[in-house]
């Protein structure tokens, strides 16, 4: 929650995205689990640049610091280059011996919000629907998919799935719902926060 907090307040992009930087990771390693980001993570930006060299390099620096708390991540929402990152990247994790969880990059609840994240989306970046130039990152497979769904979409991996259980039964964050947390602001002698 420190990390991410932090990413708000102190690690934003120009477009406003909030991103914990390495280097603050690294140091607040302790206890904390890694997924590598799939095609977006630095490991899937070197295969599909087809540097498997540079893939194994940035595995093994992973493994350096987290160790038994570091997987590799596939997902299968429709988007380009999916199909050559997973056929590159399960190799490296067997000869490895890292884990590969199945993710979702989930963006929207339901598959029929697809057309409303697409408006937002244009909204955030000041564009329109019927721009034939915009950037389309986002597939209508994005959605939170059942169980079942899943199954049916890994059935041929059925280890990055029970990997992925294996993530969930290793987290034990607690959140108290229902609680504000603000931050701490200094006010001026004999001023009250109430």
Not at 61 to 72: D, E, P, S
Not at 112 to 139: M, S, W
Not at 142 to 168: H, I
Request: with cysteine; charged share 25%; hydrophobic share 40%.
């Amino acid at each position: 929650t420190e990390l991410i907090s932090k990413a708000y307040l102190e690690g934003q992009t120009q477009d406003a995205v909030p991103v914990v930087m390495l280097d603050w990771l690294l140091q607040q390693h302790e206890g904390l689990i890694v997924l590598a980001g799939g095609l977006q993570g630095d490991v899937g930006e070197a295969l599909i640049k087809g540097d498997k060299s540079l893939a194994k390099q940035r595995i093994n620096a992973w493994l350096q610091v987290f160790g038994n708390r570091y997987y590799l991540e596939v997902s299968r929402t429709g988007r380009a280059d999916e199909s050559a990152y997973i056929s590159g990247l399960l190799p490296l994790a067997q000869e490895l011996q890292v884990p590969v969880v199945a993710t979702n990059s989930v963006c929207f609840f339901e598959k029929d919000d697809f057309e409303a994240h697409e408006a937002r989306v244009c909204i955030q970046t000041g564009r329109v629907l019927e721009d034939t130039r915009r950037p389309k990152n986002y597939t209508e497979q994005q959605y939170f998919r059942s169980t079942e769904e899943m199954q049916v979409l890994f059935s041929d991996m059925p280890e990055v799935l029970q990997n992925t259980v294996v993530v969930a039964q290793r987290c034990s964050l607690e959140l108290e719902l229902g609680k504000a947390y603000l931050p701490d602001f200094p006010v001026a002698e004999g001023v009250s926060l109430a």
